[in-house]
């Protein structure tokens, strides 16, 4: 592990990795302030005010746009020519892990904060330049209410998990994720309601073994309103374990994961 | 110095390509890597930059191991493979992404290169032609002075002025602290470029020898009947006649085709072998 990082080499690296993508950064920018538009517009319809769904926080737009772009942003380790380009350059691997890490969480998020406050700035000089036209809502509001620690919490879960994605799959990679994770967290779903379940069951009749647990099951067996508050008291327990695993503790581990892996990368046969 | 030492690599680890390699590099020459397709040219300059790793045995660089990766070593290293990758940038703004990465790269050589490439160095890289592209790589490559430089096919794409001028960079890049590995199907491009010639087949190296005990050992002759295959070691038919290689009995210096050459060395490899070694005995 010696050598593994050098703050000369690092900022070769990343300017590199900037410079690469100065052209995808600002297509991303102003696409990602058409969409903000674009919603702002859209809800602010009449024929649409009451579908709920759309008044969705805008931060889940940026959310989803950075997770398409953390999908590829290891698409260089996908082609031949661009992964001996990647491997050669003269920097370490951590070097480069973290060239990635820190464009995919600091500068997209950022990115994303620019590109929201940039429509703010659109909307007001329309509606001060338009006034009564009423294409657009302010988003003055939601700007200023934009809740940005709950926000960098739900980024970094799920940053994680399509950074990993980003780095395991070689083709698909955004499609590949979001079906892994949803299939991994519905099981995990189901394995911890089960957990919660046990203790409520007292005629053991049944034996019956899902996912590894040896459960005994009374088919028959009536649970009391007692015994029902109780797993509903567990089970939102349970949640908040979950909620705990997911914002702070799967986060870090599929990070670690994926530096293991892109280290294992270095290796793949037929570079 | 490259000291491969009894490696082992295959894409499928019970199907190796390479089994037991052993194999010495020293700077100051411009090594040749001849064979054909599927020998294992390309898996051999992976494996020397790092991008491979053995299954068994070692490849260091000047004592390190190449599979080690380290950033110091990397910095040493130039491979520049058939295709490569060019990011769609500017060819200044390309020099000032990597050339920081190489401690002793000359600028001003780089801007020697190209002009002597013909390439212009004010445009953006995707507008260049396939050939272009390969001078361009050529001139950074050259320029990055690294102590090991490989080149995989380098002549592939290049106009036949390019070809000459690509012989005489190279010639004049050379030094003491430099090696040149260039694994290359155009022979006839690289000649009076490489010295010593390697000739891979099937994974394993079945010649390495310098061109000036080529020539010392070997005779190439024109003929216009069939030569008696007892007495030759192998010969070709040409236009008119017969291309003919044999022993060189009289020990004067010839200018030998490293085609011929080649199809000798794989064709009567045993052969060549034998007069090889026992020249070396005597």
């Known amino acids: 592990m010696k050598n593994q990082f050098n703050l000369k080499r690092f900022w070769q690296t990343l300017f590199r990795e900037l410079a690469f993508n100065k052209t995808n950064i600002l297509i991303m920018l102003a696409s990602l302030t058409f969409l903000n538009l674009l919603l702002n517009y859209i809800t602010q319809r009449p024929y649409l005010s009451k579908a709920n769904w759309l008044n969705a926080d805008i931060s889940v737009i ?5 997770m398409v772009i953390i999908s590829s942003s290891f698409a260089e380790l996908n082609t031949a020519d661009r992964k001996i380009d990647f491997l050669m350059l003269p920097s370490s691997i951590l070097e480069k892990y973290l060239v990635k890490f820190i ?18 700035v659109i909307v007001e000089l329309y509606r001060y330049l338009f ?15 934009f809740k940005f620690d709950r926000y960098l919490q739900n980024y970094f879960s799920l940053h994680s998990i399509f950074f990993f994605g980003a780095i395991y799959f070689k083709k698909l990679e955004l499609g590949k994720t979001f079906i892994a994770a949803i299939g991994i967290f519905a099981a995990l779903n189901i394995y911890l309601s089960l957990i919660s379940l046990l203790p409520f069951f007292e005629n053991v009749n049944t034996p019956l073994e899902i996912l590894n647990i040896p459960l005994q099951i009374n088919v028959n067996a009536v ?20 909620f705990i695993i997911m914002l702070y503790v799967l986060p870090v581990f599929l990070w670690a994961l994926s530096f293991i892996r892109l280290q294992e990368n270095e290796v793949a046969d037929g570079v | 110095m490259i000291n491969i030492s009894n490696l082992n690599f295959g894409y499928k680890k019970k199907n190796l390509l ?35 790793y053995p299954q068994t045995g070692v490849c260091t660089i000047d004592g390190e191991k190449t599979a080690g990766r380290d950033p110091d070593l990397l910095r040493e290293i130039f491979f520049l493979p058939e295709i490569s990758f060019l990011p769609p940038v500017k060819i200044k703004e390309y020099l000032e992404i990597y050339s920081p990465f190489y401690p002793r790269f000359d600028k001003k050589k780089f801007y020697e290169y190209m002009k002597k490439l013909e390439i212009k160095a004010n445009g953006k890289i995707t507008n260049l032609s396939y050939g272009q592209r390969k001078k361009f790589s050529i001139a950074f490559a050259l320029a990055a002075e690294t102590k090991l430089i490989l080149l995989d096919e380098p002549t592939n794409g290049l106009d036949i002025p390019a070809k000459s001028v690509f012989r005489k960079l190279v010639a004049s ?20 470029l490489i010295d010593p010639i390697i000739i891979l087949d099937n994974g394993e ?28 070691l192998y010969y070709e038919n040409t236009l008119g006649g017969y291309a003919v290689l044999s022993k060189n009995n009289d020990g004067e210096d010839n200018d030998i085709d490293t085609e011929l050459l080649f199809n000798a060395v794989v064709d009567k490899s045993e052969k060549v072998r034998a007069l090889f070694n026992a020249e070396v005995n005597i």
């Open chain 1, 131 to 145: 006034p009564g036209a009423g294409l657009f809502k302010s988003m003055l509001h939601s700007y200023s209410n």
């Open chain 2, 205 to 232: 190296v079945i010649f390495n020898r310098q061109i000036s005990e080529i020539e010392q050992k070997l005779s190439l002759t024109l003929q216009r009947e069939e030569p008696d295959k007892d007495e030759i």
């Open chain 1, 62 to 66: 940026a959310l989803i746009y950075c």
């Open chain 2, 18 to 52: 390479f089994n037991n390699l052993n194999l010495v590099l020293t700077p100051g020459n411009i090594y040749g890597l001849l064979g054909k397709n599927g020998a294992g040219k390309t898996t051999l300059l992976k494996l020397i930059s790092g991008l491979l």
């Open chain 1, 103 to 120: 464009y995919t969480t600091v500068g997209l998020i950022l990115l994303s904060y620019v590109a929201l406050s940039l429509a703010a």
């Open chain 1, 223 to 242: 649970l009391s309103i007692q015994s029902m508050r109780k797993i509903a008291a567990v089970n939102n327990n349970v949640r908040e374990i979950v």
């Open chain 2, 173 to 192: 890049s050379i030094s003491e602290e430099k090696l040149f590995v260039i694994s290359t199907h155009q022979v006839r491009d690289m000649k009076h």
